[in-house]
């Protein structure tokens, strides 16, 4: 599963790298959740919360439905 997570990351890198930013996977826990590092631009912008939760979890979710959530440490 975890190299499923690492594809939809990859899939979703280009973006964030265009605006500055990126995200790093830390972890993929039990019970489906994804831990998340967001950098760069994405580290402190007001807006990560929104991009985390409608992009990227989105995207995630839809790649590799085993997932249940993913969360930014």
């Known amino acids: 599963m975890e190299e ?35 950098t760069g631009a994405c580290g402190g912008c007001p807006m990560a919360q929104m991009t985390l939760k409608n992009g990227i979890e989105r995207i995630v979710k839809e790649q590799v439905p085993e997932i249940t959530e993913v969360v930014a440490v």
Request: aromatic letters at 0%; proline letters at 3%; a negative charge.
């Open 4 to 38: 499923k997570v690492r594809a939809a990351l990859e899939a979703i890198r280009p973006m964030l790298q265009a605006d500055g930013g990126d995200v790093e996977l830390v972890a993929v826990k039990e019970g489906g959740i994804v831990e998340v590092k967001l």
